[in-house]
């Protein structure tokens, strides 16, 4: 072992690093879930609003909140499982816990500017802020509060970068390139002889991808909030309607990409933990992450299907690339943690538990956004509630379960106190079956043609919305169960972990 | 068939077959080994694969045909279309006729004068039947046929302000000005 290596070990060890590492990556857990808890009974009100039963409420209040509870759940989508693998890497190389403390405290400063903006200044045009409506609010807001939003948008943006700059240029220097770090010596060779240097894994892998492509979709999405920004203040400044679209989704469409394949980095270290299986880095696994790296610059496309002065072979091309990217995450992912599980005789706690569901409702929520991203069927479904349905699948079950999943595997390791299973199971059962409810309705929406982001919902089908908002209440009763429970654990003594499943830290890399 | 329905039943086909997929090896209780799990495993995924490409490369290929755009449109809705122009605004459909023709193409060119809006075609029994979208600066033309006369309600469904779910208007295709016989070339110009 040189001894540059030798001291970043030592580093790495020292216990008060070790307990700051510790002591952020919780207090971002807990961040996230109470955002989560919050967010999430947004989603409930809304649902609430849209049945018809709080009246003329939903005239003023749906846009602020629906603006609210999407950009707040796709900055966790994105922040959560960042979090998750900060606390990974940051156990291989000596990630700066002084910046990631900065990272915290601007995300706080987000919150606040996205209460202020939605609830006192009641913007309200979505998370997407689709250009030139921030502008034209019909009286309903004015345009200050487009910037305390714009600047917490751009507080996120920059976060994921931060990190996916640091986490390069500490990764290069430990695994020596970009190409170690995708492995890409597995394309040449799929059993690599140990040439002494450190090898790459799944989640060293999943990250690089999401580093790569956010890069350019944050320069991207920059350009955007400036173009906005000067807007504001120069009320003849104006821009291309178009042009603005096709930034807001490369950017945006990104974000919740990597937030996912994040996430999966998250699965890829705590599932063989559970299974006790390795989750090892083969040939099909690069080219799998080669793949997504690809798509992921061209599938954002598909959001501008209906836009048919887009050029038709963007159009084509954004079908061709949506395709592309569910091969990896059907045949690498899915099909990898499947077969992880598959007669290993797992013990169902709470946390594998979750990370299952996250892959059953990345799958099935995934279905729902392959049909749609075929041009042809978007036609008919597009900015219908199937689009609810599908990335509420994917985010909601998906990403929100690996969290949970995570957060059952994390907070005893990383306090020493212990999380009640069977709260655990009663709660992953409520949240199962209220969240599929929910999602469910969003797609039945979306067969009858209910347009989404509907304060009131077509005459004859507030019904659905109340049974996706009884769906809600069970996801509530869930979120409120683990909730109580973490707050019950501070009481608990501190042990320390002795269950090997329970081990701290990430599970070691595959030599 | 409404499309809609078609693509709810290829959801819960495959949806539901990946749930059962997903339950059933959750329940499987026996243990293996895993180094004899992995070479199945490996096996498995390589005939997955090849039948998933398959699969998507016809599925793609045949999706080619259900383009909205007009290079593949023109082909399949040939003759001359009713011209109808289209401007959205917050929160109203400006359109230059009351009344569709059934017996042959229309083609909608849209566009907004203020914030991007939706333009979809709702039919008679409540289905999209088209859309796209009305953005301020560009035209988007999208041609359709509406064969099944009726009263037919446009809607926005690109959220464009607080008066969103009430923008919409009502169109009737097929007998125009409640005068009888089917509304021709002629009538309805
Ligand atoms: C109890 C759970 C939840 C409920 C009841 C709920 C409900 C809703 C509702 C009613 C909408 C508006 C649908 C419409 O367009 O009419 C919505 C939008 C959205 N939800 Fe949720 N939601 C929940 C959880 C989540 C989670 C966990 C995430 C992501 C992690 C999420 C992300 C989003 C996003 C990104 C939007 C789009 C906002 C927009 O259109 O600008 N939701 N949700
Ligand atoms: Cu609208």
């Not at chain 1, 695994?175 to 060293?204: C, N, Q, V």
Request: a positive charge; hydrophobic letters at 50%; charged letters at 10%.
């Amino acid at each position: 072992m040189t001894t540059m290596q030798a001291t970043s070990e030592s580093v790495l060890r020292d216990p008060a690093r070790v307990r700051t590492v510790n002591r952020l990556t919780v207090l971002w857990v807990l961040t996230g879930f109470t955002l989560l808890l919050i967010l999430g009974l947004a989603g409930l009100l809304m649902r609430a609003m849209q049945s018809g039963i709080l009246g003329n409420a939903a005239l003023t209040w749906f846009y602020p909140i629906l603006t609210l509870h999407g950009i707040g759940m796709v900055a966790l989508v994105a922040l959560v499982p960042l979090a998750g693998c900060w606390y990974i890497f940051a156990q291989r190389v000596p990630m700066s816990t002084r910046l990631w403390a900065v990272c915290y405290g601007a995300t706080v400063l987000a919150v606040v500017l996205v209460l202020v903006s939605t609830l006192i200044g009641k913007f309200g045009t979505g998370w997407t802020f689709l250009y030139p409506l921030p502008y034209n609010s019909t009286g309903a807001w004015e345009v200050w509060s487009f910037v305390p939003f714009l600047l917490a948008v751009t507080i996120v943006v920059l976060v994921v970068l931060a990190i996916d700059i640091e986490f390069l240029w500490r990764g290069i220097r430990k695994y020596g390139s970009i190409g170690r770090m995708y492995g890409l010596e597995f394309l040449a060779d799929p059993h690599p002889a140990d040439d002494g240097r450190p090898r790459t894994d799944l989640a060293t892998i999943a990250m690089t991808t999401t580093a790569l492509t956010w890069i350019p979709a944050a320069l991207l999405g920059a350009v955007l909030v400036v173009l906005e920004l000067i807007q504001v203040f120069v009320p003849g400044f104006s821009i291309s309607a178009l042009l603005a679209k096709n930034l807001t989704f490369f950017a945006g469409h990104m974000l919740v990409n990597v937030g996912l394949y994040m996430a999966a980095a998250l699965l890829y270290v705590i599932l063989p933990v559970y299974a006790k299986r390795p989750w090892r880095v083969a040939r099909y696994v690069v080219i799998g992450w080669l793949a997504t790296t690809v798509a992921l610059w061209f599938a954002f496309y598909h959001h501008l299907y209906q836009d048919f002065a887009q050029p038709d072979a963007t159009q084509v091309i954004g079908q061709v690339f949506s395709y592309v990217s569910a091969f990896p995450a059907l045949l690498v992912t899915l099909f990898g943690g499947v077969m992880l599980v598959w007669r290993s005789g797992i013990r169902w706690s709470t946390a594998p538990i979750f990370l299952y569901m996250g892959m059953a409702g990345w799958a099935i929520g995934g279905t729902g956004a392959i049909l749609d991203s075929t041009a042809g069927i978007n036609q008919f479904m597009h900015n219908t509630l199937w689009v609810a349905g599908h990335f509420h699948g994917i985010m909601a079950m998906g990403v929100m379960m690996f969290f949970l999943g995570t957060l059952y595997y994390a907070y005893p390791v990383l306090t020493g106190r212990a999380l009640s299973e069977r709260i655990g199971h009663a709660a992953a059962a409520f949240i199962g079956v209220g969240g599929w409810t929910v999602v469910l309705v969003f797609f039945l929406s979306g067969v009858v043609s209910e347009p989404r982001r509907y304060a009131v919902q077509l005459p004859g089908t507030e019904w659905l919305a109340l049974v996706g908002m009884l769906g809600a209440v069970l996801v509530a009763i869930g979120g409120l169960l683990i909730a109580g429970d973490l707050i019950r654990s501070v009481r608990r003594p501190v042990s320390s972990p002795t269950e090997p499943e329970r081990q701290p830290g990430p599970a070691p890399a595959p030599a | 068939m409404p499309a809609q329905w078609m693509v709810g039943i290829a959801f819960v086909i495959l949806g539901g077959a990946l749930a059962a997929g997903f339950v059933w090896i959750a329940l499987d209780a026996r243990t293996e080994e895993w180094d004899g799990v992995y070479k199945r495993a490996g096996l498995l995924r390589r005939r997955w694969f090849v039948g998933l490409l398959a699969f998507a490369v016809v599925a793609f290929a045949v999706s080619m045909t259900w383009l909205p755009y007009q290079f593949v449109r023109a082909a399949q809705l040939p003759g001359q279309p009713l011209a109808v122009a289209v401007t959205g605004q917050q929160y109203a459909f400006n359109l230059d006729t009351q009344c569709l023709p059934t017996d042959k193409p229309v083609e909608f060119s849209v566009t907004s004068k203020d914030v991007t809006h939706g333009f979809a075609i709702y039919s008679p029994d409540g289905h999209i039947v088209g859309q796209t979208q009305a953005m301020p600066g560009y035209t988007n033309v999208l041609r359709v046929s509406l064969p099944t006369p009726g009263t037919y309600i446009l809607r926005c469904d690109e959220l464009c302000g607080p008066g969103h779910p009430f923008m919409q208007r009502q169109i009737t295709v097929g007998s125009c000005g409640g005068s009888a016989g089917a509304c021709g070339a002629s009538a309805c110009g």
